[in-house]
């Protein structure tokens, strides 16, 4: 039971264009998104989080979009530069619950 | 430096055996976790450990402990390893709930 789905399990962008990374999820209690960010053979780092209570939020060149009512959210990155090709990860938390629910990635390669 | 630091990076193993994966954390986090990264790509919770006590255990197999020391360590302990067993495990540890967690770089395990 798959609660949070990044449905593109890859994305090709040309340097200087505009990532869009895209995450559903299914669990109304959740509340509380983040972006990672993974390179091969390192452990995830966080980019960007989202709060329920905003539809938007920035961050340099990284922006995340909420929208609450199709329980969509994406990761705009632009420009987008070879240094950001890697696994992105969608994540989720609510109220109650401490620890976060992963989408399965999405690889973005940037290519210049 | 580094913030979450777990070892081995790698392990090969044979079946039966019994293994332990070790992170530590200097960041001064109350909150510690262990996730799994299986051969679909998908990062579970398997352990949550707040100030050395355990807070969630997911529906993992027994033959996994984990065992918190001191707050700044939270180490994984595997018994009568199976081949199903194979995969990353990352550790992470958080400042508390509900905020971003840093995680360790991972340990690929792989039972033989």
């Known amino acids: 039971d798959q609660q949070v789905k990044q449905n593109s399990p890859s994305l090709s962008v040309q340097e200087g264009r505009i990532s869009i990374l895209n995450c559903d999820y299914t669990?109304?209690?959740?509340?509380?998104f983040l972006w990672y960010k993974k390179y091969p053979a390192e452990g995830p780092t966080f980019l960007i989080s989202i709060s329920s209570i905003k539809d938007k939020n920035e961050d340099g060149r990284f922006t995340v979009f909420l929208n609450k009512s199709a329980k969509h959210l994406s990761l705009h990155i632009v420009p987008s530069q070879p240094g950001d090709s890697a696994v992105y990860f969608c994540a989720a938390t609510d109220s109650g619950y401490s620890t976060l629910t992963f989408g399965k990635g999405t690889m973005l390669l940037v290519s210049p | 430096d580094t913030a979450v630091s777990q070892t081995p990076k790698y392990l090969v193993t044979q079946m039966g055996n019994d293994k332990s994966i070790k992170c530590e954390q200097n960041l001064g986090h109350d909150t510690m976790y262990w996730y799994k990264q299986d051969s679909k790509k998908f990062l579970k919770i398997m352990f949550s450990?707040?100030?050395?006590?355990?807070?969630i255990n997911e529906t993992v197999p027994n033959r996994f402990s984990p065992k918190s020391p001191d707050k700044a360590h939270l180490n994984l302990h595997i018994n009568s390893l199976e081949l199903g067993d194979s995969a990353v495990y990352f550790c992470?540890?958080?400042?508390?709930?509900?905020?971003?967690?840093?995680f360790g770089q991972g340990t690929r395990l792989t039972v033989v």
């Open positions: 450990y707040n100030n050395k006590e355990l807070i």
């Open positions: 992470a540890s958080s400042p508390g709930y509900r905020t971003e967690a840093f």
């Open positions: 669990n109304s209690m959740f509340d509380y």
